[in-house]
């Protein structure tokens, strides 16, 4: 496994579409539900421990949180922590910002390479989930979701629930979704698929390294 994304550190936090950095390097966006455990995900894959924080009010946070990956003097790229969706709390004008800030964010930000999608095992492909895939559908750019907290199924209905979403997302590739649609099982808890999401995120940030690699182990 690669550790690239172990250098990762704090860099900036953004409230407003204006203010977001004009940094040129790629960037990945990590997108999720309230309590999907994405905070614990970024952290994980980091391999630290308060890197991400969650909100203790679902919802509430409003903010895109950016984290440098790599050298701090010249890094690699950014992994972008975007406001965890779930309105259960949430006032309709923070409603109305979260809707705005994402939306725009997800269609309109150059340098996105693509987004992780974090959704519950249990309960995979939400309206909100739908809805942050339809936001980021005319971009083309590649999505890769990952089933959090798989640990809490069982053998058969990790199957289960892998299947029927890769079912429910070669729908997208029907309906004419032009960028790629992938999906893995995870487990913050058990560290379950945490080597997949390594490489799959590290092939966004330096997908000219990523080739290389893959010839190199071929020539093997």
């Known amino acids: 496994m690669s550790f690239l994304l172990h250098q990762s550190r704090f860099f900036t936090t953004v409230n407003h579409l204006r203010d977001l950095p004009p940094t040129p390097q790629p960037e990945i966006a990590f997108g999720g539900r309230s309590n999907a455990g994405k905070s614990t995900a970024i952290n994980i894959l980091c391999n630290q421990k308060r890197l991400a924080f969650a909100s203790k009010t679902p919802g509430r946070t409003q903010h895109i949180n950016y984290f440098s990956v790599g050298p701090e003097a010249a890094p690699t790229g950014y992994l972008v922590d975007l406001p965890g969706y779930g309105y259960a709390e949430v006032p309709g004008a923070a409603k109305e910002h979260w809707q705005r800030l994402l939306s725009t964010y ?71 979704y032009r960028g790629e649609l992938t999906v893995q099982l995870f487990s913050a808890l058990k560290r379950t698929g945490l080597e997949e999401a390594h490489e799959q995120i590290e092939s966004w940030l330096m997908p000219g390294e990523a080739g290389e690699n893959a010839s190199e182990d071929a020539a093997e």
């Open 106 to 176: 997800l269609q309109s930000r150059v340098q996105l390479r693509g987004m992780i999608l974090m959704m519950d095992s249990r309960r995979p492909l939400t309206d909100l989930d739908r809805i942050m895939i339809d936001w980021f559908a005319p971009t083309g750019k590649p999505i890769h979701a990952l089933l959090t907290k798989c640990d809490k199924l069982t053998r058969q209905e990790m199957t289960n629930a892998l299947r029927a979403t890769k079912k429910s997302l070669a729908e997208y590739k029907d309906a004419g």
